[in-house]
């Protein structure tokens, strides 16, 4: 007799392992399957998904030790420290990002344990539908085994989009897992894609010593954020020898043993040749519903191939729910976590809840970039009627102190009820400092509210309070 679970979670990404801890946590029989999708030295299934594994986290670890490196070459100067010329061991930095993904990755098993959510390893997809009608019983396979669920939450993330005629070797052209394992600094590096995993890694490795050049085919930069963060963003990005074209169209794309040359058409039209020692390919990522079997049962795909769900990601089957990469919404890895809480609190009776509207973002660059809500030109092209409070992060005391001057934050405010309706960040400390605003939001504050609170002093945060203070043209220290 096959294995029988309350809840079964297909894929241990952050939407699958949290929506199965969280699953465990209210009382329900819990199993999680997850295939051997990332290399492991004992060959045991890794947990975390693509974040923990080949994404959020390892890249996260290379631009710290890059941007310590910068700092060491650049910055401690005006700070009276010398040290002479800094030299990097990327083997070094490399091995250290694998310690820090293996110790969380290992984390997660001993939260399983603790949770006594049941590990199955193996390629989870269903196979059929049993039961009767209110009853179900969802039969998935899950590697060697079949087990039974009541429940199932398909969790099974995506994966990176490569573009046909350039085939990905993770050796001379990655996708967003080779780049994070290059084993040495190359001269020149072409980057397809200037979004997050393209600023991303471009930015570790032109600290490192790399000429990066990053090609984008859309023909505004960083258009998903707002106007005047992608404008400054460019700026500093070109200041500090980025070299980001936008308005590109990709052609012939040969790949030799030593390198690539790519040939492509600029903005003008003009035709132009990129030759790098590594290519790294980022446009984007498509869901994993491959091999889930989803035509076996019924389970409804959308027309980009993610699993169709409602707002609270019920699937068309009963008892079948969706969340993170493989359904609609940023492919974010606190999203997919907080959409694997409201499932399982669903799943419990319980009033489960998501807001995407105040869902962070974040691009993890120096200066760092962040924002939630709604942009300026999205209020423009909507016909709202907003104000906006913005003050530089040059008119703070701790950024200055830091060294840390370029940016600002922004605040877009209801110009009739004050209601916060978007905060844009780029600068120092960006990432942390969008949570106030996410907080805020999500209370419904004005930015009245904000202005009304102490912020600590000399902190970054005050920059916030001063963009709010600005929403009423008001502002004390700019």
């Not at 030299?87 to 997660?108: P, Y």
């Not at 994070?180 to 980057?191: E, G, N």
């Not at 390919?281 to 993610?306: C, M």
């Not at 120092?428 to 009245?448: D, P, Q, R, T």
Request: glycine share 14%.
């Amino acid at each position: 007799m096959s294995q029988q679970f309350d809840v079964l979670v297909i894929g241990g990404g952050p939407g699958g392992y949290v929506a199965a801890i969280r699953a465990a946590q209210l009382g329900f029989s819990v199993a999680c399957c997850e295939s051997n999708a990332y290399a492991d030295p004992k060959g045991e299934p890794r947990l975390g998904g693509t974040c923990l594994n080949v994404g959020c986290i390892p890249s996260k670890a290379l631009l710290h030790t890059s941007h310590l490196f910068e700092e060491a070459g650049h910055g401690f100067a005006a700070h009276g420290i010398s040290v002479g010329t800094p030299k990097i061991d990327v083997g070094a930095m490399i091995g250290r990002k694998n310690t820090i993904v293996a110790q969380l990755t290992g984390g997660i098993k001993g939260l399983f344990k603790k949770n006594k959510v049941t590990l199955l390893g193996g390629h989870g997809a269903f196979v059929a539908r049993g039961g009767t009608a209110g009853n179900e019983v969802w039969q998935v396979r899950a590697g060697d085994e079949t087990v039974e669920a009541k429940q199932v939450i398909v969790a099974t993330g995506s994966r990176a989009r490569h573009l046909p005629g350039i085939p990905v070797d993770n050796k001379i052209v990655c996708d967003n897992a080779g780049a994070l394992d290059i084993d040495a600094v190359p001269k020149k590096l072409a980057i397809i894609g200037a979004g997050v995993i393209g600023l991303e890694m471009g930015s570790v490795w032109r600290r490192l010593g790399s000429g990066v050049t990053i090609l984008e085919a859309l023909p505004d930069f960083l258009s998903v954020a707002d106007i005047d963060v992608a404008r400054e963003a460019a700026r500093v990005f070109a200041r500090q020898g980025l070299n980001i074209q936008t308005g590109v169209k990709i052609g012939d794309v040969k790949v030799g043993k030593k390198g690539v040359s790519l040939a492509y058409t600029d903005k003008t039209g003009a035709a132009q040749t990129l030759d790098a020692e590594r290519l790294i390919v980022s446009v984007g990522r498509i869901p994993n519903t491959d091999g889930l079997g989803a035509d076996k049962v019924g389970l409804q795909l959308n027309e980009r191939g993610q699993i169709a769900v409602d707002g609270h990601c019920r699937t068309n089957l009963p008892g079948v729910w969706a969340v993170g990469d493989v359904v609609a919404g940023p492919m974010l890895a606190h999203k997919a976590s907080e959409e694997g809480v409201m499932v399982a609190e669903r799943i419990a009776g319980q009033a489960g809840h998501c807001n995407v509207d105040t869902i962070p973002w974040v691009i993890y660059t120096s200066p760092e970039i962040a924002w939630v809500g709604k942009t300026e030109q999205q209020l423009k092209a909507g016909g709202a009627a907003y104000k906006a409070g913005k003050i530089p992060f040059a008119a703070n005391g701790r950024a200055l102190g830091m060294g840390e001057t370029a940016g600002f934050v922004k605040i877009l405010a209801c110009a009739k009820t004050d209601r916060i309706l978007g905060v844009h960040i780029v600068g120092a400390g960006a990432s942390e400092l969008i949570s106030e605003g996410v907080v805020a939001m999500e209370f419904g504050a004005a930015s009245e509210d904000l202005a009304r609170i102490c912020h600590a002093h000399p902190t970054l945060s005050e920059v916030m309070h001063e963009a709010a203070l600005a929403c009423d043209k008001r502002a004390l220290h700019f």
